[in-house]
């Protein structure tokens, strides 16, 4: 069964989601500038030529909000487990799988937003190399609860002119 969408005008929904979602990832992922979603979503008020988004536009992010979805939906961050594996290994790969969406996800959305944590609690656990500072099994467990709450987000949106 799929979930009827939510209409939203592409004007109204971008600011919410660039929250939760890098637009630099969304400008890479459709071959365009960095500023590209700016002087859309800003052409009345910039000298540029933009004309704002078109249809082909709102059917571009909608395909790439799905796709992203998608993958955070079904992305899980865990503690490696194993015999063999020191603290500093398991750290490595925690961040590692960590990294691979923070390219994608605002990660002080995650942290701060909803984990109610600092910059400087997260710097400290991101650090390769340090021992001093892991993450907890509940950390973890928000980290992906926020995944599928931000995946959830953006399948259920239907952007619009």
Known sequence: METEKIKV???QALPMIAEMVK???VTDALGKSSGWI???????KTT??????????????NELFNQIG??????????PSGENKDSLTVRQEIIGQIQSVSDMVSMPYIYIGKMKKSTSW??????KNSTKAS???EDINMINLSL????NKLLSIELTL
């Open 9 to 11: 005008p592409v004007k």
């Open 23 to 25: 637009l630099k990832y």
């Open 38 to 44: 700016y002087h859309k979503l800003n052409h009345e």
């Open 48 to 61: 540029t030529t933009s004309k704002g988004f078109n249809q082909s536009d709102v059917n571009t992010l």
């Open 70 to 79: 998608e993958k955070l939906v079904g992305t899980r961050i865990y503690i």
């Open 122 to 127: 997260y710097l400290n656990r991101m650090r």
């Open 135 to 137: 993450f907890k099994q």
């Open 148 to 151: 599928i709450e931000i995946g």
